[in-house]
Every structure is written in structure tokens, then in C-alpha cells.
């Protein structure tokens, strides 16, 4: 099993520019989250989802946009880019918020990505 | 307000030189708290779960434990292979699913 992965690993925008961060996760787990990981702030949720076809906010939404059409995917966008976006972006899974041992989450090894 | 706070920011240590961290937390019902550690360059690696006060576990070196208030993680014998940004998180009953983290400490062990 790959367990959870990210594309792109790096990647330099311009202001005002677009991009996609894709997550991908074989662990058939119920829920997804995508963090961004900056000095001295820790980790800090943007956006999760609980199951296929939901999403909800996290602490830091704005600025960002995400979808979840299948189950393993889920998708993190940028629709125009800003200097304060510049990061690590981390995206995990875990199989479900309700039980005991299952809640933990297993994370990516991260993009970081430079807006100019 | 759900927060979590470690401390030391960093430690250094030397090779065989046993400690803690700690890790206080305030959460409104708390369904867990997790460790993760953080190698440089990668994404954080599950440790630990702990439920209630009084549980403890174990995995080679490294023992968390924790009461109603915060967790320690105690490091015995370090080895230069323990060097990580070790991170403590907590899940609240109200917030299905999210972990609120704490800024890590960065532990630093020399031969």
C-alpha cells in the first residue's frame, strides 16, 4: 500500500495564479483533511471531508477551494494565489471520527509550494 | 477555546541522556490525544493514542502518558536516530474528526 500521497511535491506560482493540489489515499479511509504546516504556527486545518461528495471548513478556509468526487481523492485548489499561501500543505486520512483506535490520522509527505 | 501547547520549544541532548516533553492541553471533552513525529522534509508520523488519564504506552524508547490536564512523552536512553519535531494533537468530542495541533518541540540528540 502507498498509504497517502501528494502531487505535486513542489511548486512555484506567480500572484493571482491557479493551481490543484491532489491527494490520494489506498487505505479506503472515510475521512480526508489537507493542513498547511508554516513556522511557528504549527499545523493549522483548512479544509476536511467525512465521507465522498462532502466537504466543510476548517480554521483557515479562505483562499482555498476543495472537492471530493471519489472517496480516495481529494482535491485542494487555489484559485488565486496570494504571497500569505506560501507553505507546506499536508493532506491526511483516517478511517472515521466516531470509535477509539481508528481515529488517528495517517499524513502525506507534503508539497510546499511558493507563491512570488 | 480548544488549544494545545508544548513545551520545550527545543531540547538537545546527548546520546543516552533521558527526558520529556510535555504537552498541556484545555479541549472541551477530550476524545484523544495523538503523537506524531516529524522527520525534516516529510509529513508527520503516527506515534501514540491516548484515551483517558492514566494510560500510558510504550513503542522502543519512547513512553507517553497522560493526565486530565497534559501528556508527557518521556524519551529513555536517546539516540541520535530520535532527533524529530515531535507533535501532540488533541481531538475534542465537538469537533468530529479535527486535530488540533501544538507547535512541537524539536529534539536534537548528539553522539
Known amino acids: 500500500n502507498a498509504g497517502v500521497t501528494q502531487t505535486p511535491k513542489f511548486r512555484v506560482l506567480k500572484t493571482g495564479q491557479s493551481m490543484t493540489l491532489l491527494c490520494a489515499q489506498d487505505?479506503?479511509?472515510?475521512?480526508m483533511y489537507w493542513y498547511r504546516q508554516d513556522p511557528g504556527m504549527g499545523l493549522r486545518l483548512i479544509h476536511y471531508?467525512?465521507?465522498?461528495?462532502?466537504?466543510a471548513k476548517g480554521e483557515v478556509p479562505d483562499g482555498y477551494n476543495v472537492s471530493r468526487l471519489k472517496k480516495q481523492n481529494f482535491l485542494l485548489g487555489l484559485e488565486s494565489a496570494a504571497p500569505s499561501q506560501t507553505s507546506v500543505y499536508f493532506c491526511a486520512s483516517s478511517y472515521g471520527a466516531s470509535g477509539g483506535w481508528k481515529n488517528e490520522q495517517f499524513f502525506g509527505p507534503g508539497t510546499r509550494l511558493t507563491v512570488l | 477555546e480548544d488549544q494545545v501547547t508544548q513545551s520545550p520549544e527545543a531540547l538537545r541532548l546527548q546520546e543516552g541522556e533521558s527526558s520529556s516533553l510535555n504537552c498541556s492541553y484545555t479541549v472541551s471533552g477530550l476524545r484523544g490525544l495523538f503523537w506524531y513525529r516529524q522527520d525534516p522534509g516529510k509529513g508527520p508520523e503516527f506515534l501514540f493514542t491516548l484515551y483517558s488519564a492514566g494510560e500510558e504506552k510504550e513503542k522502543e524508547r519512547l513512553k507517553a502518558t497522560l493526565t486530565k490536564k497534559e501528556s508527557f512523552l518521556h524519551i529513555t536512553a536517546p539516540k541520535p536516530e530520535d532527533s524529530a519535531t515531535y507533535l501532540c494533537?488533541?481531538?475534542?468530542?465537538?469537533?468530529?474528526?479535527?486535530?488540533?495541533f501544538g507547535q512541537g518541540t524539536t529534539l536534537q540528540v548528539k553522539p
Open positions: 487505505m479506503n479511509h472515510e475521512y
Open positions: 494533537a488533541v481531538q475534542a468530542a465537538s469537533n468530529t474528526g479535527k486535530l488540533i
Open positions: 471531508s467525512v465521507g465522498e461528495g462532502t466537504t
